[in-house]
């Protein structure tokens, strides 16, 4: 049974940081491309970055690319995303999903149940 877990999520003041985890199980981690997705209230699912198997090539949105990184352990089955400078569009439902963006963004069978990025002074 595949499982991913997020969890580092919270509420922050724009400009702030926060490092999600998502914790993997249940398939074999290293072999799968990997993504995080986000969905704000009443708006659909905005693919936001991908990693590929190895780690050695990622993919952001144009407007986290300058303040996101992804990243990932496959020693520890673990998919990381690092938010810095924060903004309140920011402020969604953040899943981790399993493969590429195209079938991350439309298989939400593929995702976890997600953790909250509040961004709000």
């Known amino acids: 049974q595949v499982q991913l877990v997020e969890s580092g999520g919270g509420m922050v003041q724009p400009g702030g940081s926060l490092r999600l985890s998502c914790a993997a199980s249940?398939?074999?981690?290293?072999?799968?491309?990997m993504s995080w997705v986000r969905q704000a209230p009443r708006k659909g699912p905005e693919w936001v970055s991908s990693i590929s198997t190895d780690g050695r090539t990622t993919y952001y949105r144009e407007s986290v690319q300058d303040r996101f990184t992804i990243s990932r352990d496959n020693a520890k089955n673990t998919l990381y995303l690092q938010l810095d400078s924060l903004k309140p569009e920011d402020t969604a439902l953040y899943y981790c999903a399993r493969g590429s963006r195209t079938i991350a963004t439309v298989d939400r069978g593929s995702w976890g149940q997600g953790t909250q990025v509040t961004v709000s002074s």
């Open positions: 249940g398939f074999s981690f290293s072999t799968y491309e």
